[in-house]
């Protein structure tokens, strides 16, 4: 129907011009003056939105009400019916089973009966989805490093990627924080604003998840975004789950480093750790 209005409001005021013009040599033809056009609205972004704590869990609807306020995004939830929290990319033998459910803001969706993972096959296998992407987070707890391969929520990212469907995963401190993981919404919305035509046109990568950590500090005292590879091990003495918010290492190597001093990190996790 949107496609059409421009259309009919041309033929209309073609008609008026019509019925107002008088049979004089100076009479304008019906709609002279009128340009026709249309408008084709740009395609919706379809996105299936899960996580590894559970549909009950209140981070589940920090991004996911950013998301649902977004114009032309399509937003369907499928995530687990309790928390599944470092389960990987773990799946039940035979499937799961699922129902509908909604998030602690009252958003309606479905809870699986397993594993983060799972949600993906309920999703696309018994709710015929065919998302552009698959987002899973905020989670509360950061998976940098060696967490990212233990992780529920990169596990569903990693099982996205592997059934052709690029992915991102968003992870902040153990404790849930309304500043902290608004500002690691507001940086994944970022990336999704920057990144939606080529999710909706298909042509947007799917050999890596994009992930998203957050570290433990106030907005304020956060540095900028740092794009770093995904650590292979936690240095002795280093904490990623304790930032000291000092930015110390200003050129961080990788994710753990960057968010131990207070850098957010967005790093590409491959399908297989």
């Known amino acids: 129907m949107t496609v059409l209005r421009p259309v009919l409001a041309v033929l209309l005021?073609?008609?008026?011009?019509?019925a107002c013009s008088s049979d004089g040599d100076d009479a304008s033809p019906p709609g002279a003056d009128v340009e026709a056009t249309t408008t084709v609205p740009a395609a919706p972004?379809?996105?299936?939105?899960?996580?590894?704590?559970?549909?009950?869990?209140?981070?589940?609807?920090?991004?996911?009400?950013?998301?649902?306020d977004e114009p032309g995004v399509e937003v369907t939830v499928v995530a687990p019916a309790e928390n599944k929290s470092g389960s990987s990319d773990t799946t039940t033998p035979g499937g799961a089973t699922?129902?509908?459910?909604?998030?602690?803001?009252?958003?309606?969706?479905?809870?699986?009966?397993?594993?983060?993972?799972?949600?993906?096959?309920?999703?696309?296998?018994?709710?015929?989805l065919d998302p552009d992407l698959v987002v899973s987070g905020i989670n509360p707890g950061q998976n940098v490093g060696p967490f990212a391969?233990?992780?529920?929520?990169?596990?569903?990212?990693?099982?996205?990627i592997r059934r052709g469907i690029p992915a991102l995963a968003v992870s902040a401190a153990i404790e849930f924080d309304q500043a902290?993981?608004?500002?690691g919404a507001q940086l994944a919305m970022e990336w999704i604003r920057a990144n939606r035509d080529a999710l909706v046109d298909g042509s947007a990568q799917i050999d890596t998840v994009t992930s998203f950590n957050i570290p433990n500090c106030a907005p304020a005292q956060?540095?900028?975004?740092?794009?770093?590879p995904?650590?292979?091990?936690?240095?002795?003495?280093?904490?990623?789950?304790?930032?000291?918010?000092?930015?110390?290492?200003?050129?961080?190597?990788?994710d753990v480093?960057?968010?131990?001093?207070?850098?957010?990190?967005?790093?590409?996790?491959?399908?297989?750790l």
Do not use: H, W
């Not at 956060?222 to 770093?228: D, K, R």
């Open 257 to 272: 480093i960057a968010i131990s001093v207070g850098f957010p990190a967005v790093t590409q996790v491959p399908p297989d």
């Open 222 to 228: 956060m540095g900028a975004l740092q794009t770093v």
């Open 45 to 68: 972004l379809k996105i299936l939105y899960s996580n590894d704590d559970g549909i009950t869990n209140p981070a589940i609807d920090v991004l996911l009400g950013m998301l649902l």
């Open 98 to 128: 699922y129902q509908a459910a909604t998030t602690p803001a009252g958003v309606e969706g479905y809870a699986v009966n397993g594993f983060p993972a799972d949600s993906l096959a309920v999703g696309l296998d018994e709710l015929d």
């Open 149 to 160: 391969s233990l992780s529920g929520t990169v596990g569903v990212g990693r099982t996205a």
């Open 180 to 183: 902290q993981f608004a500002y």
């Open 13 to 18: 005021a073609g008609s008026l011009l019509a």
């Open 230 to 254: 995904l650590a292979t091990v936690v240095p002795e003495g280093v904490n990623p789950f304790e930032s000291s918010c000092d930015k110390s290492n200003p050129n961080p190597g990788d």
